[in-house]
């Protein structure tokens, strides 16, 4: 059974590349699928909006079937009542600000009432100024405000956002997060975020699903999935930049093909075919799982260090990155330094392909 505030997905499409097969079921809160280029996140996104048409499957919104393949259900994008933005923001070029915002209310046949809804929707995102303004005289930021205007004039179901600040400078993205983050938290609906920014869906959304290949791979709360990412391609996408294919020694007991170190582990090793280290879970502290280590390299960030380092002895080994803030470095700058892997901050993780 499908609740009636919530968004339901569960469709195969299969492609050249690969084989879509997706299954989710979110209700009124921020859904980020996070994964790299190819994976799938803009097509389920196309086949939600009625854009794209999977082979089989159902989608229900908010209580309305708007694809059901058994039952022959496939509602072209303008019935389906949802607000999508594209990266590009796809403005109509050949219409002003006030026409684009005005072009979200079609559904509604009174007009001074539409007029109403876009003059408010103007000076919600302060475009009142902007009005008689074409795409092209726009900047990439009022742009995007322009394209959320239109999304939300239409009182859509729900939103779906395709990678939305992907081109923004930084110092713009941010600030127009802001903006979105404001937006969302008024919605109180679905929002399907698609992104393959860790930073930015940790900011956005409250549950996260890692896609790979076409399937989701993990899903989960933002805090869970981080702490616990499961699998390889999860820890890679949350930013567990040291990764290592594994040999199970005992319950909690690994070593580490690339590093050439012997790890005890919190969690019991079970199915794990490999471990990952977030680099700024490695310390100084001393006790289990500390080692000697040679400096490889050193790499200075704006505000912190990452150090690359080997075993001592392990000239052979794969290095991995230790972080830690500028003035810690500078206090134990050395050639040679004693670091340790804290058993409970190892991450065991399914799937053993740690190349890339």
Same mark, same amino acid.
């Given at each position: @059974? ?12 299969? @492609?050249?590349?690969?084989? #879509? ?36 499957? *159902?989608?229900?919104? =908010? ?6 393949? &058994? ?13 999508? @933005? ?40 302060? %475009? ?28 859509? *179901?729900?939103? #779906? ?6 081109? %923004? =400078?930084?110092? %713009? ?20 975020? $698609? ?5 930015? $869906? ?9 896609? =790979? &290949? ?7 709360? *933002? ?16 930013? +567990? ?15 580490? *093909? =690339? ?23 490695? +310390? ?8 000697? +280590? ?59 392909? +740690?190349?890339?």
């Amino acid at each position: @059974m499908v609740s009636a505030m919530s968004m339901f997905v569960d469709i195969e499409k299969r @492609m050249d590349a690969f084989f #879509l097969k997706v299954n989710f079921e979110v209700g009124e809160e921020t859904l980020a699928l996070l994964g790299a280029s190819g994976c799938g996140k803009s097509m389920t996104l196309k086949c939600i909006a009625g854009i794209e048409k999977p082979d089989r499957g *159902r989608i229900v919104v =908010d209580g309305v079937t708007l694809f059901d393949s &058994e039952k022959g259900i496939h509602l072209p994008p303008q019935k389906r009542c949802l607000g999508m @933005m594209f990266q590009n923001y796809a403005l109509f070029p050949n219409m002003t600000v006030e026409q684009n915002i005005k072009a979200g209310t079609k559904r509604e046949k009174n007009k001074k009432e539409r007029q109403y809804v876009v003059e408010e929707m103007m000076e919600r995102f302060g %475009l009142r100024k902007y009005a008689g303004h074409y795409p092209h005289q726009l900047s990439g930021g009022q742009q995007q405000r322009t394209a959320l205007a239109r999304m939300l004039v239409s009182t859509p *179901r729900a939103l #779906l956002l395709d990678e939305p600040f992907s081109a %923004l =400078d930084n110092h %713009l993205r941010f600030r127009l997060e802001q903006e979105v983050r404001e937006v969302i938290r008024g919605f109180n609906r679905t929002v399907l975020l $698609v992104s393959h920014d860790r930073d930015e $869906v940790f900011r956005m959304a409250q549950t996260i699903a890692v896609m =790979d &290949e076409g399937k989701v791979e993990v899903l989960g709360s *933002r805090d869970a999935v981080f702490e616990n990412p499961k699998t390889v391609v999860s820890a890679r996408l949350t930013g +567990c930049k040291n990764i290592s294919a594994i040999e199970r020694r005992d319950t909690h007991r690994v070593f580490a *093909r =690339d590093w050439g170190l012997e790890l005890s582990t919190a969690g019991q090793v079970s199915e794990a075919a490999a471990i990952g280290v977030r680099m700024h879970d490695i +310390c100084q502290r001393g006790g289990e799982n500390s080692f000697l +280590c040679r400096v490889a390299d050193e790499i200075e960030n704006p505000f912190s260090y990452t150090i690359m380092l080997k075993p001592d002895g392990k000239e052979d080994s794969a290095p991995f990155g230790w972080e830690l803030e500028k003035e810690s470095w500078e206090k134990i700058r050395a050639k040679t330094v004693e670091i340790t892997i804290p058993p409970e901050a190892i991450l065991l993780l399914r799937e053993g392909d +740690c190349s890339g």
